[in-house]
């Protein structure tokens, strides 16, 4: 090593390294959090190492915490209003760590095999996921139709649960939960209520208010918006339940990269006006819909013969969320033709993008379910499940007009 101005003088491969790492930023704030790339940190002297290590607080490793990351965290947990949040590299490990979450005992650090009770109608792989990992793990799990409160009082006296699991807006047949009631009901039996909010998101409500225990969403959905990051992140009501998903995230592994982190942090800033345009339009595709010759069934919330209008209209602000799903007259058959002459709708496996989405269920988000699961559920081959972009909403008529003609 030479020296040079002060500064040490490497040998070339020592300052390919070394060189321009680690130069304080200047004192000024920069207006978004930078990706913080790095994946560990450094302490002047290893004692103060130790202590990072011991209280907590501080950057270790990145699997632990990264600042880009915790950005994004705390913003989420911002918009939920909860104490805390994790997130993850997709929704549905972000599904998976808070189940586990959820399945650890007060005061224990691991979980245990638990009863679970879970919505009849939620995302595909969500009930692959109960139906394999965690029944294979000696979770007893039963589906049933939480949106009927009857229904839910009964199944919870009879099972027990410890661990209740509902999506507000249902993938893909749009079902409303009574969140503030089911919670009371979980609570009054020692059960943890745990809701997945991805398409609802918190503009049209926050569970956490309403007494749920843990918010999940894909945040490769809506938090995200734009199609070009996978994510997932659930949020705590409460100190506990957060401090347990801290410590089994670090042992899970399934962390949020930084940049990925950056880019759903950037997409959630515009969370809000994106859904107030995607709701207005929503309702007006559904509207025509509901009056077109081709289209035997519509389910959308925002329309009176939805089973749960009222509360709809109640819960989410006069707002009804940017899906709409259909039943095509002709079934299954009349679904290839109508998806391949869209030209605005794209047909991906997606939904909650700023571009106008088409989706088969039976085809595609519930294909891993048996036919006998989705007849269970009413999803028919003919169901197609359209997720509205911020396109004007003219042109996303007139490109359904045209399919459907
Ligand atoms: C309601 C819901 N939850 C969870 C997931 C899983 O999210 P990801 O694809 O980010 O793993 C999806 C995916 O479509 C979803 O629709």
């Given at each position: 090593?030479?020296?040079?101005?002060?500064?040490?003088?490497?040998?070339?491969?020592?300052?390919?390294?070394?060189?321009?790492?680690?130069?304080?930023?200047?004192?000024?704030?920069?207006?978004?959090t930078?990706?913080?790339?790095?994946?560990?940190?450094?302490?002047?002297?290893?004692?103060?190492?130790?202590?990072?290590?011991?209280?907590?607080?501080?950057?270790?490793?990145?699997?632990?915490?990264?600042?880009?990351?915790?950005?994004?965290?705390a913003a989420?947990?911002?918009?939920?209003v909860?104490?805390?949040?994790v997130a993850?590299?997709s929704?549905?490990?972000?599904?998976?760590?808070a189940?586990?979450?959820?399945?650890?005992?007060?005061?224990?650090?691991?979980p245990?095999?638990?009863?679970?009770?879970?919505a009849?109608?939620?995302?595909g792989?969500?009930?692959?996921?109960?139906d394999?990992?965690f029944?294979?793990?000696d979770?007893?799990?039963?589906?049933?139709?939480?949106?009927?409160l009857?229904?839910?009082?009964?199944?919870?006296?009879?099972?027990?649960?410890?661990?209740?699991?509902?999506?507000?807006?249902s993938?893909?047949?749009?079902?409303?939960?009574?969140?503030?009631?089911?919670?009371?009901?979980?609570?009054?039996?020692?059960?943890?209520?745990?809701?997945?909010?991805?398409i609802?998101?918190?503009?049209?409500?926050?569970?956490l208010?309403?007494?749920?225990?843990?918010?999940?969403?894909s945040?490769?959905?809506?938090?995200?918006?734009?199609?070009?990051?996978?994510?997932?992140v659930?949020?705590a009501?409460?100190?506990?339940?957060?401090?347990t998903?801290v410590?089994?995230?670090?042992l899970?592994?399934a962390?949020?990269?930084?940049?990925?982190?950056?880019?759903?942090?950037?997409g959630l800033?515009?969370?809000?006006?994106?859904?107030?345009?995607?709701c207005?339009?929503?309702?007006?595709?559904a509207?025509?819909?509901?009056?077109?010759?081709?289209?035997?069934?519509?389910?959308?919330?925002?329309?009176?013969?939805?089973?749960?209008?009222?509360?709809?209209?109640?819960?989410?602000?006069?707002r009804?969320?940017?899906?709409?799903?259909?039943?095509l007259?002709?079934?299954?058959?009349?679904?290839?033709?109508?998806?391949?002459?869209?030209?605005?709708?794209?047909?991906?496996?997606?939904?909650?993008?700023?571009?106008?989405?088409?989706?088969?269920?039976?085809?595609?988000?519930?294909?891993?379910?048996?036919?006998?699961?989705?007849a269970?559920?009413?999803?028919?081959?003919?169901?197609?499940?359209l997720?509205?972009?911020i396109?004007?909403?003219?042109?996303?008529?007139?490109?359904?007009?045209?399919?459907?003609?």
């Amino acid at each position: 090593m030479n020296e040079q101005h002060g500064a040490p003088q490497w040998c070339l491969e020592t300052s390919l390294v070394h060189a321009g790492e680690r130069v304080a930023a200047p004192h000024a704030t920069p207006s978004a959090t930078p990706i913080y790339n790095a994946t560990t940190y450094l302490y002047p002297t290893l004692e103060e190492l130790e202590q990072a290590f011991t209280t907590g607080d501080g950057y270790l490793y990145t699997r632990h915490g990264n600042p880009t990351v915790a950005a994004f965290e705390a913003a989420v947990t911002a918009a939920e209003v909860g104490r805390g949040a994790v997130a993850y590299g997709s929704g549905m490990a972000a599904l998976h760590a808070a189940l586990l979450a959820a399945c650890t005992p007060r005061g224990e650090t691991a979980p245990r095999p638990r009863a679970i009770l879970a919505a009849r109608d939620l995302y595909g792989s969500t009930t692959v996921l109960l139906d394999t990992l965690f029944a294979a793990r000696d979770a007893t799990v039963v589906f049933a139709d939480l949106c009927d409160l009857a229904i839910a009082e009964a199944a919870l006296a009879e099972q027990q649960p410890d661990v209740v699991l509902v999506e507000q807006i249902s993938n893909p047949l749009l079902h409303i939960v009574d969140v503030a009631e089911l919670a009371a009901r979980c609570h009054a039996v020692g059960a943890r209520l745990v809701v997945d909010s991805t398409i609802a998101t918190p503009v049209l409500q926050q569970p956490l208010t309403l007494g749920a225990d843990l918010v999940v969403h894909s945040a490769t959905k809506y938090l995200g918006g734009h199609g070009d990051a996978a994510g997932g992140v659930v949020v705590a009501r409460t100190g506990l339940l957060h401090a347990t998903l801290v410590q089994q995230a670090k042992l899970l592994g399934a962390s949020l990269g930084p940049f990925e982190a950056q880019q759903l942090h950037r997409g959630l800033k515009t969370l809000a006006l994106r859904m107030e345009r995607q709701c207005a339009s929503a309702a007006q595709v559904a509207h025509f819909l509901a009056k077109h010759p081709a289209v035997t069934h519509v389910y959308y919330p925002g329309l009176a013969e939805h089973p749960a209008h009222a509360l709809a209209a109640t819960s989410f602000g006069g707002r009804f969320g940017g899906l709409v799903s259909c039943e095509l007259r002709g079934g299954g058959a009349a679904v290839r033709p109508f998806v391949d002459r869209l030209k605005l709708f794209l047909p991906a496996t997606t939904l909650g993008d700023i571009y106008s989405l088409v989706s088969v269920p039976a085809m595609a988000s519930h294909r891993e379910l048996s036919p006998a699961q989705r007849a269970e559920r009413g999803i028919s081959d003919g169901l197609v499940r359209l997720s509205v972009g911020i396109e004007a909403p003219a042109d996303l008529i007139a490109d359904l007009a045209t399919a459907l003609g």
